[in-house]
T-cell receptor
Framework: AAGVIQSPRHLIKEKRETATLKCYPI?????VYWYQQGPGQDPQFLIS???????DKGSIPDRFSAQQFSDYHSELNMSSLELGDSALYFC????????????FGQGTRLTVV | DAKTTQPPSMDCAEGRAANLPCNHS???????VYWYRQIHSQGPQYIIH???NNETNEMASLIITEDRKSSTLILPHATLRDTAVYYC???????????FGQGTTLQVKP
């Protein structure tokens, strides 16, 4: 079965650079979530999209932005990267109303040096 | 969103049942109980969810008390591959986001 695809799997950036993470949800899933997980921490909700509109917002820094495109894939844009942005970034998708469980991708490991 | 309380860690012998408790005393009537687990550095994995009835699937069973203030996730025959952090989450059906609190680190031992 198709799963949530995230790219790239690993990314190394320098401070003050920008990064773009991509997420391809499971086909026919209309909701996408983004999470950040620092070392030894629990996943922290960043932002979610439903039918290409932002549906909820968590602890996402102003330096970050995200969107969901017409094909339902999503991108997380991160600017002015800081050392503290080094983390695992997970994307998850969930199907239309009636099946609310979320399926997670394998994550993108971002290292800021 | 209702707050959940889980023990920080538990051990279980391989082949035995693992019973992971979760307290959610402030849960409201339209909030479901969801369980996820995260094996080291992998994406969280959905296990099971329920509203008020007990649920069972190929991975686990979920027992929810009649007053819905607590629940127990049961892994009937734990294996070493079940070693993970288990998260109990409650949120309204079909809305909102999954908020991961401090889960239970389950260590399955040979």
């Amino acid at each position: 079965a198709a799963g949530v695809i995230q790219s790239p799997r690993h990314l190394i950036k320098e401070k003050r650079e920008t990064a773009t993470l991509k997420c391809y949800p499971i086909p026919r899933h209309d909701t996408v979530y983004w999470y950040q997980q620092g070392p030894g921490q629990d996943p922290q909700f960043l932002i979610s999209f439903y039918e290409k509109m932002q549906s909820d917002k968590g602890s996402i820094p102003d330096r970050f932005s995200a969107q969901q495109f017409s094909d339902y894939h999503s991108e997380l844009n991160m600017s002015s990267l800081e050392l503290g942005d080094s983390a695992l970034y997970f994307c998850a998708s969930s199907p239309p109303t009636g099946h609310p469980e979320a399926f997670f991708g394998q994550g993108t490991r971002l290292t800021v040096v | 969103d209702a707050k959940t309380t889980q023990p920080p860690s538990m051990d279980c012998a391989e082949g035995r049942a693992a019973n992971l408790p979760c307290n959610h005393s402030t849960i409201s009537g339209n909030e479901y109980v969801y369980w996820y687990r995260q094996i080291h550095s992998q994406g969280p994995q959905y296990i099971i969810h329920g509203l008020k009835n007990n649920e069972t699937n190929e991975m686990a069973s979920l027992i929810i008390t009649e007053d819905r203030k607590s629940s127990t996730l049961i892994l009937p025959h734990a294996t070493l591959r079940d070693t993970a952090v288990y998260y109990c989450i409650v949120f309204p059906s079909n809305t909102g986001k999954l908020i991961f609190g401090q889960g239970t680190t389950l260590q399955v031992k040979p």
